[in-house]
Protein backbone atom coordinates (compact mmCIF):
# COMPACT_ATOMS: atom_id res chain seq x y z
CA UNK A 1 0.00 0.00 0.00
CA UNK A 2 1.35 3.73 -0.65
CA UNK A 3 -0.22 6.36 -0.87
CA UNK A 4 -0.70 8.10 -4.25
CA UNK A 5 -3.22 11.11 -3.32
CA UNK A 6 -3.71 13.13 -0.77
CA UNK A 7 -5.63 16.54 -0.58
CA UNK A 8 -5.72 20.29 0.84
CA UNK A 9 -9.50 21.72 0.32
CA UNK A 10 -10.14 25.17 -1.64
CA UNK A 11 -12.67 27.01 -3.07
CA UNK A 12 -11.45 28.23 -5.72
CA UNK A 13 -9.60 25.86 -8.32
CA UNK A 14 -8.51 28.04 -10.48
CA UNK A 15 -6.90 30.75 -7.31
CA UNK A 16 -5.59 27.58 -5.87
CA UNK A 17 -4.06 25.88 -9.22
CA UNK A 18 -2.20 29.20 -9.58
CA UNK A 19 -0.91 29.41 -6.10
CA UNK A 20 0.26 26.30 -6.45
CA UNK A 21 1.80 26.14 -9.24
CA UNK A 22 3.25 29.56 -10.11
CA UNK A 23 4.50 30.49 -6.79
CA UNK A 24 4.78 27.11 -4.77
CA UNK A 25 6.44 25.44 -8.49
CA UNK A 26 3.99 22.26 -8.05
CA UNK A 27 3.32 21.09 -11.44
CA UNK A 28 -0.42 20.31 -12.64
CA UNK A 29 -0.98 16.79 -13.35
CA UNK A 30 -5.02 16.08 -13.70
CA UNK A 31 -7.17 18.39 -14.75
CA UNK A 32 -10.53 17.01 -15.00
CA UNK A 33 -14.23 17.78 -15.26
CA UNK A 34 -16.87 16.20 -12.36
CA UNK A 35 -19.51 17.89 -13.33
CA UNK A 36 -21.55 20.76 -11.69
CA UNK A 37 -18.74 23.11 -12.28
CA UNK A 38 -16.48 20.86 -9.67
CA UNK A 39 -12.81 19.47 -11.62
CA UNK A 40 -10.56 16.89 -10.25
CA UNK A 41 -7.31 18.79 -10.51
CA UNK A 42 -4.22 17.78 -9.25
CA UNK A 43 -0.23 18.70 -9.32
CA UNK A 44 2.92 17.16 -8.44
CA UNK A 45 6.26 18.43 -7.44
CA UNK A 46 8.70 18.91 -10.43
CA UNK A 47 11.25 16.17 -9.48
CA UNK A 48 8.44 13.28 -8.75
CA UNK A 49 5.95 13.98 -11.43
CA UNK A 50 4.93 10.18 -11.36
CA UNK A 51 4.70 10.66 -7.21
CA UNK A 52 2.47 11.71 -5.06
CA UNK A 53 -0.60 13.94 -6.07
CA UNK A 54 -1.97 16.80 -4.14
CA UNK A 55 -5.85 17.23 -5.09
CA UNK A 56 -7.09 20.61 -4.78
CA UNK A 57 -9.94 19.69 -3.29
CA UNK A 58 -13.17 21.45 -4.18
CA UNK A 59 -15.35 21.57 -0.87
CA UNK A 60 -14.10 24.62 0.90
CA UNK A 61 -18.30 24.98 1.42
CA UNK A 62 -19.22 21.83 2.69
CA UNK A 63 -19.92 22.61 6.37
CA UNK A 64 -18.04 20.49 8.47
CA UNK A 65 -14.62 21.00 6.40
CA UNK A 66 -15.54 25.20 7.04
CA UNK A 67 -15.79 24.46 10.63
CA UNK A 68 -11.88 22.23 10.60
CA UNK A 69 -10.35 24.89 8.36
CA UNK A 70 -11.55 27.78 10.22
CA UNK A 71 -10.43 26.27 13.49
CA UNK A 72 -7.40 25.01 12.45
CA UNK A 73 -6.16 28.58 11.14
CA UNK A 74 -7.09 30.22 14.10
CA UNK A 75 -5.42 28.32 16.54
CA UNK A 76 -2.35 27.97 14.12
CA UNK A 77 -2.00 24.93 12.90
CA UNK A 78 -0.90 23.35 9.93
CA UNK A 79 -3.25 21.89 7.24
CA UNK A 80 -0.31 19.53 5.97
CA UNK A 81 4.02 19.81 5.21
CA UNK A 82 5.83 19.96 2.20
CA UNK A 83 9.60 18.62 2.57
CA UNK A 84 12.21 21.28 1.61
CA UNK A 85 15.89 20.98 1.30
CA UNK A 86 16.27 24.36 3.09
CA UNK A 87 13.61 26.29 4.60
CA UNK A 88 15.67 29.72 5.00
CA UNK A 89 16.04 29.60 0.81
CA UNK A 90 12.65 28.83 0.62
CA UNK A 91 10.82 31.23 3.03
CA UNK A 92 13.34 33.73 1.58
CA UNK A 93 12.06 32.98 -2.45
CA UNK A 94 8.28 32.99 -0.85
CA UNK A 95 8.38 36.16 0.66
CA UNK A 96 9.63 37.52 -2.01
CA UNK A 97 6.70 36.29 -4.18
CA UNK A 98 4.21 37.80 -1.56
CA UNK A 99 3.62 34.84 0.16
CA UNK A 100 2.66 35.49 3.97
CA UNK A 101 3.96 32.97 6.71
CA UNK A 102 2.46 32.66 9.74
CA UNK A 103 5.62 31.22 11.63
CA UNK A 104 9.18 32.03 10.85
CA UNK A 105 11.67 29.72 9.62
CA UNK A 106 12.12 27.69 13.62
CA UNK A 107 14.54 24.85 14.27
CA UNK A 108 12.46 22.31 16.47
CA UNK A 109 14.75 19.67 17.25
CA UNK A 110 16.27 18.23 14.31
CA UNK A 111 14.22 20.13 11.76
CA UNK A 112 13.27 23.17 10.32
CA UNK A 113 9.82 24.17 9.94
CA UNK A 114 8.16 27.36 8.70
CA UNK A 115 4.30 28.31 8.24
CA UNK A 116 2.85 30.04 5.60
CA UNK A 117 -1.01 30.75 4.35
CA UNK A 118 -1.69 29.30 0.71
CA UNK A 119 -4.22 32.42 -0.06
CA UNK A 120 -7.17 29.44 -0.02
CA UNK A 121 -7.71 29.25 3.61
CA UNK A 122 -5.16 26.75 4.58
CA UNK A 123 -2.03 27.12 6.64
CA UNK A 124 0.98 24.85 5.16
CA UNK A 125 4.17 23.63 7.01
CA UNK A 126 7.33 23.66 4.96
CA UNK A 127 9.90 21.35 7.08
CA UNK A 128 13.62 20.24 6.66
CA UNK A 129 14.68 17.35 8.18
Avoid: H
Amino acid sequence: MKIIVTSVSVKDQDKALKFYTEILGFVKKEDQPLGGGARWVTVVSPDAKNGTELLLEPNADYPAMKALKESLVKDGIPFTMFGVDNVQKEYERLKALGVKFTMKPTEIGPVTIAVFDDTCGNLIQIIQK
